[in-house]
C-alpha cells in the first residue's frame, strides 16, 4: 500500500535560516508528489507537485522541492523562512486512480524570531 | 474566484446524535472530496464524487456516515449515530475535472466537529 512519512513532528526554525522538511514515501511505481501547507483554522493550500521531468520543483512562496527516486524522499526546502511561514506542512503522494491523495502526518513548523 | 466554502465551521454534539456539513465546491468544478482529519493526522480520503456519482467512498464507514451531491453542485456529508472518534476537521476539496493525476485540489477551511 501507498504510504507517506514525514519524520518530523515540529521543527523549530529561527526567521531567516534555511529550512528541510522530509517526506518519504512507499510506492511501486512513478508517484505523483505534493506538498501543502495548512495554516490555523484555514484549509489546504498547494505549495508544489511533481509528477515528472525535473526532479527539482519550484512552487509558491519561494519553496522548493527535490524529488530523488534512489532515496524515496520528496524533501521541502526554502531558503530563508519567514516568521508567516510558521503552520503545518503536510506531503502527499497520489498513486493513481482519481486523484486519490495519501497524506503524511504532517510537520508542524515553528519559526522564532 | 470565490473558494470552497464549508459550514458549519465548528460542531459540538453528543455522542449517539447526528450531525451534517455542508459543501459547496469552486464554480464548475467537477469534482468534489470529503476529508476526515484527525487530530495529528493527516487527511484521510472518505468519499469522493465526480459530478454527481460516487467514484471512491472505500474508506466511508457506511454503517454511520453518507453523503450525496444531487444535483452535481454542493455537497452534504452526514454523520448518525456520532461516535467519540468522530471528533476530527472535515475538509471539502474540488477540482475542475479530476481526471489528471496532477491536478489540484482546492480545500474549505473546514468543520471541526467535536463529539462529547
Known amino acids: 500500500a501507498q504510504s507517506v512519512t514525514q519524520p518530523d513532528i515540529h521543527i523549530t526554525v529561527s526567521e531567516g535560516a534555511s529550512l528541510e522538511l522530509r517526506c518519504n514515501y512507499s510506492?511501486?511505481?512513478?508517484?505523483?508528489l505534493f506538498w501543502y501547507v495548512q495554516s490555523p483554522g484555514q484549509g489546504l493550500q498547494l505549495l508544489l507537485k511533481?509528477?515528472?521531468?525535473?526532479?527539482l520543483v519550484q512552487g509558491i512562496k519561494g519553496f522548493e522541492a527535490e524529488f530523488k527516486r534512489s532515496q524515496s524522499s520528496f524533501n521541502l526546502r526554502k531558503p530563508s523562512v519567514h516568521w508567516s511561514d510558521a503552520a503545518e506542512y503536510f506531503c502527499?503522494?497520489?498513486?493513481?486512480?482519481?486523484?486519490?491523495?495519501?497524506f503524511g502526518t504532517g510537520t508542524r513548523l515553528l519559526v522564532s524570531p | 474566484e470565490a473558494g470552497v466554502a464549508q459550514s458549519p465551521r465548528y460542531k459540538i454534539i453528543e455522542k449517539r446524535q447526528s450531525v451534517a456539513f455542508w459543501c459547496n465546491p469552486i464554480s464548475g468544478h467537477a469534482t468534489l472530496y470529503w476529508y476526515q482529519q484527525i487530530l495529528g493526522q493527516g487527511p484521510k480520503l472518505l468519499i469522493q464524487f465526480q459530478n454527481n456519482g460516487v467514484v471512491d467512498d472505500s474508506q466511508l464507514p457506511k454503517d454511520r456516515f453518507s453523503a450525496e451531491r444531487l444535483k452535481g453542485v454542493d455537497s452534504t456529508l452526514k454523520i448518525q449515530p456520532a461516535k467519540l472518534e468522530d471528533s476530527a476537521v472535515y475538509l471539502c476539496?474540488?477540482?475542475?475535472?479530476?481526471?489528471?493525476?496532477?491536478?489540484?485540489?482546492?480545500f474549505g477551511p473546514g468543520t471541526r466537529l467535536l463529539v462529547l
Open positions: 510506492y511501486g511505481a512513478t508517484p505523483y
Open positions: 476539496a474540488s477540482s475542475e475535472k479530476g481526471t489528471s493525476r496532477v491536478e489540484t485540489q482546492y
Open positions: 502527499a503522494v497520489g498513486p493513481g486512480g482519481f486523484q486519490k491523495l495519501v
Open positions: 511533481y509528477f515528472s521531468g525535473d526532479t
